[in-house]
Each structure stands twice: as structure tokens, then as C-alpha cells.
């Protein structure tokens, strides 16, 4: 029979991977991605200084600097903030696909650390100034959901701004 605080710990576990997938109170990053006006992925809305684009490649560079650095102690960081946002104004389709594809592969890596019963979610890191799993995980979810809110106003803005 398993004790109250490990009951506890698998209930938060499961939470947090239901929080980690998306869904509930936001829109679901399948969903989202759906559809996407993949001929406006390179395009500067007015007021906004990233693409859709750049967005989502951040989106990944960002969840794999927090991924690495919750399994690696050896992980570096790459610079702030030029470092999580990509230069690039030329993707093609075939890099958004990518990088849907690799962002989703890299959350399925995350869920694989939180799903591992030996790790402790509220150990410090040895590396970290008092960082946590579960404050990680719950740091990835947050901004995940921030962005996907961006690209949502993004992708409205883009439709309805899109040729017919």
C-alpha cells in the first residue's frame, strides 16, 4: 500500500504532465497549430517585433534549455536573451513542420522526467540555485501557455489578414 505523500506526489505527477499537454483551459497545441496560414509564418504583424515563426522556434529553444537543464548538470545555457529567439525571417513550411515536430518530442522528454518516480519534484538541483523539477515543469507550462496565447492572436490576426 503506498504511503499518503507518495500518493500525493503521483497525483501532482499526473497533474502536472495534464497541465504539460495543454488542453483544459487553453487551446491545445494541435489544435493551434491546425490550419496555421503557414504563407504568413515569416510575416511582421504591426506592433510586434517576432514572426509567428520566431515565436514558435523560440517556443522550442526555451523548452529545451529548461528540459536540458533539469536532466543535465553539465548544461549551459545559451546567452539571454539572444539566445532563445531565433534571427531567422526565412522559414520555410517544412522548418515550421520541424520544429512543431522536435517542440513536441522535446514536451514528451519532459513528461518522461516527471513520470520517473526517482526524481524528487521539490529536490533542489545540485547545479541550480534552488530550482526544482517541479518548479521547472511548472515554469515550462507557463511558458508554453504565454506563447501559445501570442500565436493564437497571431494566427487570428494572420487569417483574417490573409488574401482570399
Given at each position: 500500500?503506498?504511503?499518503?505523500?507518495?500518493?500525493?506526489?503521483?497525483?501532482?505527477?499526473?497533474?502536472?504532465?495534464?497541465?504539460?499537454?495543454?488542453?483544459?483551459?487553453?487551446?491545445?497545441?494541435?489544435?493551434?497549430?491546425?490550419?496555421?496560414?503557414?504563407?504568413?509564418?515569416?510575416?511582421?504583424?504591426?506592433?510586434?517585433p517576432y514572426t509567428a515563426w520566431q515565436v514558435l522556434?523560440?517556443?522550442?529553444?526555451?523548452?529545451?534549455?529548461?528540459?536540458?537543464?533539469?536532466?543535465?548538470?553539465?548544461?549551459?545555457?545559451?546567452?539571454?536573451?539572444?539566445?532563445?529567439?531565433?534571427?531567422?525571417?526565412?522559414?520555410?513550411?517544412?522548418?515550421?513542420?520541424?520544429?512543431?515536430?522536435?517542440?513536441?518530442?522535446?514536451?514528451?522528454?519532459?513528461?518522461?522526467?516527471?513520470?520517473?518516480?526517482?526524481?524528487?519534484?521539490?529536490?533542489?538541483?545540485?547545479?541550480?540555485?534552488?530550482?526544482?523539477?517541479?518548479?521547472?515543469?511548472?515554469?515550462?507550462?507557463?511558458?508554453?501557455?504565454?506563447h501559445i496565447g501570442v500565436l493564437t492572436i497571431m494566427?487570428?490576426?494572420?487569417?483574417?489578414?490573409?488574401?482570399?
Amino acid at each position: 500500500m503506498q504511503s499518503a505523500t507518495a500518493n500525493v506526489n503521483n497525483l501532482l505527477r499526473e497533474q502536472l504532465i495534464a497541465l504539460l499537454r495543454g488542453g483544459d483551459a487553453h487551446i491545445h497545441f494541435d489544435d493551434l497549430m491546425r490550419d496555421f496560414p503557414l504563407e504568413q509564418i515569416n510575416r511582421l504583424l504591426e506592433g510586434l517585433p517576432y514572426t509567428a515563426w520566431q515565436v514558435l522556434d523560440h517556443m522550442r529553444l526555451a523548452q529545451w534549455d529548461i528540459i536540458e537543464f533539469s536532466r543535465n548538470p553539465d548544461y549551459v545555457s545559451p546567452p539571454f536573451p539572444q539566445g532563445y529567439w531565433s534571427q531567422r525571417s526565412d522559414a520555410t513550411p517544412g522548418d515550421w513542420q520541424k520544429t512543431i515536430t522536435t517542440f513536441k518530442e522535446n514536451l514528451e522528454s519532459m513528461i518522461e522526467l516527471l513520470s520517473d518516480e526517482s526524481k524528487d519534484l521539490f529536490a533542489p538541483f545540485p547545479h541550480g540555485d534552488g530550482q526544482t523539477l517541479l518548479r521547472e515543469a511548472l515554469l515550462l507550462a507557463d511558458h508554453n501557455a504565454y506563447h501559445i496565447g501570442v500565436l493564437t492572436i497571431m494566427k487570428r490576426s494572420l487569417t483574417s489578414s490573409s488574401p482570399r
